[in-house]
């Protein structure tokens, strides 16, 4: 499976942005998608996961709220809409999908086998 994210740029405080994520490859068993974020100098950390089979969505807490995650499945392709940015959601965002949705560790890096290389999101103050 081969992700490729974009969407990403720079936008001010209060606005929005929506990523997307295509997968190509053998996506007919890719079971879960999720979305991690990296700002610098710190961890990557979990912001959202999304169940294929039926859409059961996860977030994190910090994007609860202001963060949607859904899918196109005619498409093979994740989304995740962010509004109200603030400056602290300042990172590099990177999609990620797994052939197993793990229901107990979606959260966590080492659920996902495949990840996209990462798209540049930038909230000005």
């Known amino acids: 499976v081969q992700l490729q994210a974009s969407g990403g740029g720079l936008v001010q405080a209060g606005g929005s942005l929506r990523l997307s994520c295509a997968a190509s490859?053998?996506?007919?068993?890719?079971?879960?998608m999720g979305w991690f974020r990296q700002a610098p100098g710190k961890d990557r950390n979990f912001i959202a996961a999304?169940?294929?089979?039926?859409?059961?969505?996860y977030y994190s807490g910090s994007v609860k709220g202001r963060f949607t995650i859904s899918r196109d499945s005619a498409k093979n392709t994740v989304y995740l809409q962010m509004n109200s940015l603030k400056p602290e959601d300042t990172a590099v965002y990177y999609c990620?999908?797994?052939?197993?949705?793990?229901?107990?560790?979606?959260?966590?890096?080492?659920?996902?086998?495949?990840w996209g290389q990462g798209t540049q999101v930038t909230v000005s103050s």
């Open positions: 990620a999908a797994d052939r197993t949705f793990h229901s107990g560790t979606y959260y966590v890096e080492r659920a996902y086998n495949y």
């Open positions: 999304i169940r294929w089979s039926d859409g059961s969505t």
């Open positions: 490859g053998r996506t007919s068993s890719t079971y879960a």
